[in-house]
Each structure stands twice: as C-alpha cells, then as structure tokens.
Nanobody, 120 residues
Framework: QVQLVESGGGLVQPGGSVRLSCAAS????????MAWYRQAPGKQRELVAS???????NYADSVKDRFTISRDNTKNTVYLQMNSLKPEDTDVYYC??????????????WGQGTQVTVSS
C-alpha cells in the first residue's frame, strides 16, 4: 500500500508564496504521474497541476505562471510552489500519485489534504 504525506500550507497573505510537499512511501516500482488538486467546501475537486514521469507539466488556467509543479524521483516526492497567491486560491490541496506498486499492481493514492488560506 502506497501512502502519501503532505506538508506545507497554512495562512499566507495575498501576493505571498507557499510550497507544498507530498512524499510517497511504500513499495513503488514506478510512478506514472503526480498531481495536485484542490477542493473548496461543497465543490468538486479540481486539477491544479500535474507532471508525468517524463516531466511534462499541465496547469489549470487559473494558476498558470503563478504555480510550479516539480518532482524528485529519488525521494518519490512532488512539490507545488505557489506564488502570487490570491484569496481565491484558498482551498484544501490534495496530492495524487499514480503508478505501479508491489507486484507491479497499479495504484492511485491520495494525500490527506492540506489547507491553504490566503488572507490579509
């Protein structure tokens, strides 16, 4: 079983920055993709950014040029650098990692979620 642990987040002022981290543990044979989602109360979870095993990235229009997703394959960790934060970025952020685990069985794991609040 692959488990994800998120860190980072918290309260930040508008225009500020924060970095989220998500580390995977367990038996991991390969990782196909890593992604960050966010969800506000009563709303559907939406994709913020993703990165493939080859490093191809994809961003939601609302965060382009402000957020950067990156990964450290040696640590099975994905990061989300969030700059120029706006109040509308306030949400719970979840990481998701998909790949192959023990016996090369496919997995899709989620982090526990971390709150990011942008407010003065």
């Amino acid at each position: 079983q692959v488990q994800l642990v998120e860190s980072g987040g918290g309260l930040v002022q508008p225009g500020g920055s924060v970095r989220l981290s998500c580390a995977a543990s367990g038996i991991i044979r390969s990782i196909a993709s890593m992604a960050w989602y966010r969800q506000a109360p009563g709303k559907q979870r939406e994709l913020v950014a993703s990165i493939t095993g080859r490093g191809r990235t994809n961003y939601a229009d609302s965060v382009k040029d402000r957020f950067t997703i990156s990964r450290d394959n040696t640590k099975n960790t994905v990061y989300l650098q969030m700059n120029s934060l706006k109040p509308e970025d306030t949400d719970v952020y979840y990481c998701n990692i998909e790949g192959a685990g023990r016996w090369y069985v496919a997995f899709s794991s989620w982090g526990q979620g971390t709150q990011v609040t942008v407010s003065s």
